[in-house]
């Protein structure tokens, strides 16, 4: 019933957040045809207002907006007009999408061995190690190391390229400088989750009981412990579906993101209000998964 009514909640949710992100992007200072080249003269203008429909109150806008939006229509670009949000949608959405789900991979084929490790080697050089290398990757941002992952492996050493995208070789570098950070946060989780997990006491019953070690740490600590990990993969993956923008700029991908970042610098009111719909969309789904999963690893979790 939870997951239900959250399904039935979902649309009102999006309703809101359109809303405030029509009426927003309105109200920032400037104009979706104050950065032409040539300044239009004031019957172009009006005309290119009256063609897109921005002369109209605005609740009779949002009015259009929605009923373009329930056809599955985001309407026109402001700044691409040739194009429609839905095309530019098409065209960097996969791109953006398959980077996230690369990077959240990488995150979580890294960070995991690495928290399980550094737990089961405490006071070990291996603890000190992975600990040491957690930390540096939640303190160097992704704006930081997609640089200098350019600069030693693409430029000095000329293993991998500089940018674009479509080889797997292209890919190697975006999806590491978008992963690192959360596979570091992803090991501590992890690392702290199974010391805590393992001083409980099912783990010294469950020895006492004969189990090898093995069944002890994979089949009862570790599915414990990885409970906070898949709590916050909800929000990670989220983050990297629609927070990649700087790492796509950076390697010259053709993402959504860069779309979002132009329409906001151009007010390009229509590609703005679409991507945030967009966006929540993903988040909102995302995280009802998320919460069902959880449920399913451990059954002890009742939302009310």
């Keep these: 019933m939870h997951f239900l009514r959250r399904l039935a909640f979902l649309p009102l949710l999006l309703l809101i957040i359109s809303l405030l992100a029509f009426v927003l992007v309105r109200l920032a200072p400037g104009g979706p045809f104050d950065r032409e080249r040539k300044p239009a003269s004031p019957e172009i203008e009006r005309n290119l207002k009256e063609k897109y429909h921005l002369d109209e109150p605005i609740w009779k806008q949002y009015g259009r ?6 056809h599955g229509d985001f309407g026109t670009s402001l700044k691409y007009r040739n194009h429609t949000v839905n095309d530019i949608i098409a065209q960097g959405l996969p791109v953006s999408l398959t980077l996230g789900m690369l990077a959240f991979g990488f995150a979580m084929g890294v960070g995991l061995p690495v928290g399980f490790i550094t737990a089961m080697k405490r006071g070990h050089w291996e603890d000190y190690a992975g600990s040491v290398l957690a930390v540096l990757a939640v303190c160097i941002p992704g704006f930081v190391v997609a640089p200098l992952l ?3 492996f693409a430029i000095k050493w000329r293993l991998l390229p500089v940018a674009l995208w479509g080889s797997p070789c292209q890919v190697m570098l975006p999806t ?3 992963g690192l950070y959360f596979s570091g946060k992803i090991a501590r989780l992890l690392r702290e989750g199974m010391l805590n997990t393992m001083q409980a006491e099912f783990i010294t019953t469950a020895r006492a009981k004969g189990l090898g070690e093995n069944a002890v740490l994979l089949k009862h600590a570790f599915r414990l412990a990885v409970l906070p990990v898949v709590s916050y993969s909800g929000p990670l993956l989220a983050d990297l579906l629609t927070g990649s923008f700087v790492i796509e ?8 993101g860069v779309f979002i970042v132009n329409g ?3 007010r390009d009111y229509t590609m703005v209000v679409g991507l945030v719909v967009l966006y929540a969309t993903l988040l909102v789904v995302v995280n ?11 059954p002890r979790v009742k939302y009310e």
């Design 264 to 266: 906001s610098l151009n």
């Design 65 to 70: 907006f929605l009923n373009d939006l329930l």
């Design 150 to 152: 350019i600069m030693f």
């Design 288 to 298: 009802l998964l998320v919460d069902l999963g959880y449920t399913l690893l451990d």
């Design 176 to 178: 590491i400088a978008l």
């Design 249 to 256: 700029n950076i390697f010259q991908l053709p993402g959504i």
